[in-house]
């Protein structure tokens, strides 16, 4: 019987063959899933300070090769050099020495009631075996929020990448390899999410964490619910951002460039539909154009590289098909709309569109590329109508000097993560997740890492 394969390409020159992976079979995931459940019993009594003290050594490990993880991300799914050292390894890092820092202190027992006669304990125990599916977005970053959380809270895991990265996935199970944890306790398979990720999740595992797309995800859950266990689910977003009057607009710019045109606009969170109060919408525009002139696009593996192309070719020809709408039914181009001249590869110009209006794909959609359609409001109440008008709920931003305005337009959102004038909600004490189609459950933090448990109270007389 012939071997199937992942065939990984290189989107940033022209497609070139970077490797291949041979697709885990059935039983391979059958074998990973029952060594996962041999070792879930020791690894979940394993007292906490020895779990840590072992992925301490893999956060040095991580530490040691992070260049070669940035690099063949590079390759593999575009994203600049310079990029992925700054923020996909060192936000990796961040999240994953936070965890490590805190967990105990987030998962010690807590007195919940006590009087003269009694005393009530809150525990919490891992769940056992967890399914994980990440995207390829951010493959070093994805790969910490799902697999360490996981293995701190004394979860044993069995992990699939994504196929738009399998070598990066293939280096990080290497570099785990090269770290003693009990045998079982991390568990590797290769293939696509229809084919080896979705008889992972079939399989006789304890709870689902999955990251990707809300069609995906709800399968998911769907999944999860005939199983009857948990499911941890970070799906799509289109976060708004809003430019209130009293807005500095020099941090606005900066920030809607940043959490819209980094990483070629491909973040779950990013700030994908622009709401300008209209006494400044022409002045950020001109702002943000100017910025994106001075943004070198290119080759991914240069370190003068800003913005690289997108993961593949299909996402590019599903840009093209979106912005299309857009123009059919009367949007303008302000920059971009197009792919970009002299490179070879998923490329596509930094694009700003205007004259949106609300049957447009770019603002029903998510918009997971380097697009932004922009639109005006007069009163308050028109922005946070505006920024609800979606179907998604992850993330949104928020520029204004007034504290207040800040906090009441916040609370109005609905959405699971308000940024406020650039400030970063990425941190690992901060609980991550969406309302509506954008999920269920949060991660990261106290929160975060106890819904990755089972909560247990024990009462008994003193």
């Known amino acids: 019987m012939k071997l199937q394969k992942i065939v990984s390409l290189n989107p940033g020159n022209n497609y070139e063959i970077v490797g291949e992976i041979t697709v885990s079979s059935n039983d391979e995931i059958n074998a990973k899933v029952a060594m996962a459940r041999k070792a879930q019993p020791t690894w979940a009594t394993l007292a906490i300070k020895k779990r840590i003290e072992l992925l301490e050594n893999l956060y040095n490990a991580f530490v040691q090769r992070k260049h070669d993880i940035a690099s063949l991300a590079a390759q593999e799914m575009g994203m600049p050099i310079s990029v992925s050292k700054a923020i996909d390894i060192e936000a990796g890092l961040q999240y994953m020495r936070g965890y490590l820092d805190y967990a105990e202190q987030w998962l010690a027992p807590e007195i919940l009631f006590e009087n003269d006669t009694e005393i009530h304990y809150l525990y919490f125990e891992p769940r056992g075996v967890m399914g994980i599916s990440i995207p390829w977005n951010f493959p070093f970053c994805n790969f910490v929020w799902g697999v360490i959380q996981n293995l701190v809270v004394g979860n044993v895991v069995v992990f699939k990448h994504s196929e738009e990265c ?27 999410g229809s084919g080896a990720g979705e008889y992972l999740m079939n399989n006789a595992i304890d709870g689902i964490y999955f990251t990707g797309s809300t069609n995906v995800g709800k399968h998911l859950y769907q999944v999860a619910a005939k199983k009857f266990i948990p499911a941890m689910l970070e799906l799509g977003g289109s976060a708004p951002g809003i430019v209130f009057d009293d807005a500095d607009l020099a941090t606005a710019v900066e920030s809607i460039y940043f959490n819209r ?25 001109k702002q943000l154009k100017e910025l994106l002139a001075t943004k070198k696009i290119g080759n991914p593996e240069d370190p003068a590289t800003d913005i690289g192309p997108l993961v593949a070719e299909r996402q590019l020809l599903f840009i093209e098909e979106q912005v299309a709408d857009a123009r059919s039914k009367g949007a303008s181009v302000v920059t971009g709309a197009k792919r970009s001249d002299g490179l070879l590869g998923a490329y596509y110009e930094p694009t700003i569109l205007t004259d949106i209006t609300f049957d447009m794909r770019v603002w029903k959609e998510e918009v997971f590329g380097p697009v932004l359609p922009i639109v005006t409001f007069e009163h308050e109440d028109e922005a946070i109508a505006l920024a609800n008008d979606t179907a998604y709920g992850l993330g949104a931003y928020v520029y204004t000097k007034n504290k207040e305005r800040a906090l009441r337009v916040g609370m109005l959102i609905q959405a699971g993560n308000i940024s406020v004038n650039a400030t970063n909600y990425i941190i690992p004490q901060d609980p991550f997740g969406g309302y509506k189609n954008s999920g269920l459950g949060r991660e990261h933090g106290k929160q975060g890492l106890r819904e990755l448990c089972s909560s247990k109270v024990i009462a008994l007389k003193k």
């Open 166 to 192: 399998p070598l990066t996935g293939k280096l990080l199970e290497d570099i785990v390899a090269c770290v003693a944890l009990p045998n079982g306790v991390f568990n590797e398979i290769y293939g696509d």
């Open 261 to 285: 045109f980094v990483n070629s606009g491909q973040t779950c969170d990013g700030l994908k539909r622009l709401i300008v109060h209209r006494n400044h919408v022409e002045t950020v525009i």
